[in-house]
């Protein structure tokens, strides 16, 4: 099946410095790669969807400056956390699909932790 | 606005059968998804269905009535690694996905 890998599994920062978490489809060449949050308890909220090559789409209410993504190439995704504060603290998780309609395949998650 | 609609949390017996009910309002429809989430866990893929009936995979198996705007997910001969939270989720006629909040299920033995 198609694998998706995230890394750092868990990253735990002090307030004010940027965090990079790299997203990769390790099988396959994924067109598409989304991005997502997720807090405690609560259903998975998309922030941005990218296109290799192209910017990507964010979400209403999702800082574009804040939250940078960078999909330079079909197996790699890069979600940049800018001058990360406390309220950033979450789960980020982020798929890839062979295309928009396509199904997406999850990576396992990045625990991000701001103090 | 776009809704999709599934019970918070919900308690069954371990070797017993279980169904997840979701119920969606989208603008268009392109398929809708089951996905099983582990505490701590990304998703992990469940079910597809696009077109009306029942898709059975195993001890899972998945019935849309798009009329309805209806779905289920069933889960026969439950184990205690069935815990977990499973998502609803509907791709709008814009291909996005719709996720729904996801019904908590907790196995007793």
């Known amino acids: 099946g198609a694998v998706v890998s995230q890394h750092p599994s868990r990253v735990i920062c002090k307030s004010g410095t940027s965090v990079k978490i790299e997203c990769r489809s390790l099988d396959f060449q994924a067109t598409t790669m989304f991005w997502y949050r997720q807090f405690p308890k609560q259903s998975l909220m998309l922030m941005a969807t990218s296109n290799e090559g192209s910017k990507a789409t964010y979400e209403q209410g999702v800082e574009k400056d804040k939250f940078l993504i960078n999909h330079a190439s079909l197996t790699l995704s890069t979600l940049t956390v800018t001058s990360a504060h406390p309220e950033d603290s979450s789960f980020y998780i982020c798929?890839?699909?062979?295309?928009?309609?396509?199904?997406?395949?999850f990576g396992p998650g990045t625990r991000l932790t701001v103090l | 606005g776009q809704n999709i609609d599934q019970p918070t949390e919900m308690t069954a017996t371990e070797g017993a059968i279980v169904q997840i009910n979701c119920t969606y309002q989208?603008?268009?429809?392109?398929?809708l998804f089951w996905y099983q989430q582990h505490a701590g866990e990304a998703p992990t893929f469940l079910s597809y269905n696009v077109l009306d009936g029942l898709e059975e995979k195993g001890r899972f198996s998945s019935f849309l009535s798009r009329s309805k705007g209806y779905s289920y997910l069933l889960l026969k001969e439950l184990q205690m690694k069935d815990s977990a939270s499973y998502l609803c989720a509907v791709m709008d006629s814009n291909y996005q996905l719709i996720w729904g909040a996801g019904t908590k299920l907790i196995i007793k033995p």
């Open positions: 798929s890839a699909s062979l295309a928009e309609y396509n199904e997406q395949f």
């Open positions: 989208t603008s268009g429809f392109n398929g």
